[in-house]
Every structure is written in C-alpha cells, then in structure tokens.
C-alpha cells in the first residue's frame, strides 16, 4: 500500500518478519487496520487485545514519527498514539 495516509508494509517494525514471532495480526488483511475509526476499534478488539506481543509493537509504534504512521499499532490508533505522546512529554517537563 503506497497511497498518501495508509503508510506502508516497510514501516512495520523488524520483529514482525521473525518466524517465532506470532502477531495475532499475522495473515489478516492489512486494509482494516487503516479502516474507519469504527472498523479500526473492531480491528484493536480482535487482533490487538489478545495479542502476546502487542506491547512491543505499541512501544515501537510511540517511537515512529507520527507523520510516517497510520492506522492501527499496538493496539493504537494515530489519535491514541498522538495523545499518549503529548502526555508523556508534558510528564517529563
């Protein structure tokens, strides 16, 4: 996917390439994740929540630019993810 504001397959980070890692996302059809904000809440219920390594992948989603990120990470939409960066550096002033 390459269009403006979906992002890409190559932004996603290393971990999810290992073979002994396993996504709950793993195999799903990657365009519900940049869905609506409804289809995208139906998305963090089904694959994010359960999944064992998704406080990884909220870590690394908090650390992308938020310019270079879309959709749903880490069980995170941008909104979500946006937010909890501004409350972190408003903790650390």
């Not at 890692?21 to 940049?34: H, I, K, Q, S």
């Not at 694959?47 to 938020?66: G, K, N």
Request: hydrophobic content about 35%.
């Amino acid at each position: 996917m390459t269009e403006r504001g979906i992002g890409t397959r190559s932004a996603a980070p290393d971990f999810l390439d290992d073979p002994d890692v396993r996504p709950a996302c793993r195999g799903a059809d990657t365009a519900r994740f940049f869905g609506s904000d409804h289809a995208q809440a139906g998305v963090i219920a089904v694959y994010c929540t359960p999944c064992e390594i998704r406080p990884a992948c909220r870590e690394w989603a908090l650390a992308q630019s938020p310019e270079s990120l879309y959709g749903v990470w880490g069980g995170l939409t941008r909104n979500q993810r946006r937010d909890i960066r501004r409350r972190r550096l408003w903790e650390r002033s």
